[in-house]
Nanobody, 122 residues
Framework: VQLQASGGGLVQAGGSLRLSCAVS????????MAWFRQAPGKEREFVAG???????DYAGSVKGRFTISRDNAKNTVSLQMNSLEPEDTAVYHC?????????????????WGQGTKVTVSS
């Protein structure tokens, strides 16, 4: 299974970006897809996740600003990021979990993309 993330870049505070992640290779009947991020010197943290059913979860810091969505037929997951803040600067990684053992911890995910860098200037 390979994950390819794209869409990162440099944006001013208050701006928007849309990240996309394409999943290729073996696919699964039910799985969780999510976005994590890692800022320099910090641990990787959960941003948003979406289950096969379409139910979503968000980190408190992005709730109301970010929207995660998925296209099951195309095996893609996207993250629409609005009202970006300098604190959102990080490398964003998409991840896929076989089944559903929980949604918030990196250890729950089996496959990872290479990451796409998001930089928000003040």
């Amino acid at each position: 299974v390979q994950l390819q993330a794209s869409g990162g870049g440099l944006v001013q505070a208050g701006g928007s970006l849309r990240l996309s992640c394409a999943v290729s290779g073996r696919t699964f009947n039910t799985y969780v897809m999510a976005w994590f991020r890692q800022a320099p010197g910090k641990e990787r943290e959960f941003v948003a996740g979406i289950r096969w059913s379409g139910s979503t979860d968000y980190a408190g810091s992005v709730k109301g600003r970010f929207t995660i969505s998925r296209d099951n037929a195309k095996n893609t997951v996207s993250l629409q990021m609005n009202s970006l803040e300098p604190e959102d600067t990080a490398v964003y990684h998409c991840a896929v979990q076989r089944g559903d053992t929980g949604i918030y911890f990196p250890s729950q995910y089996h496959y990872w993309g290479q990451g796409t860098k998001v930089t928000v200037s003040s």
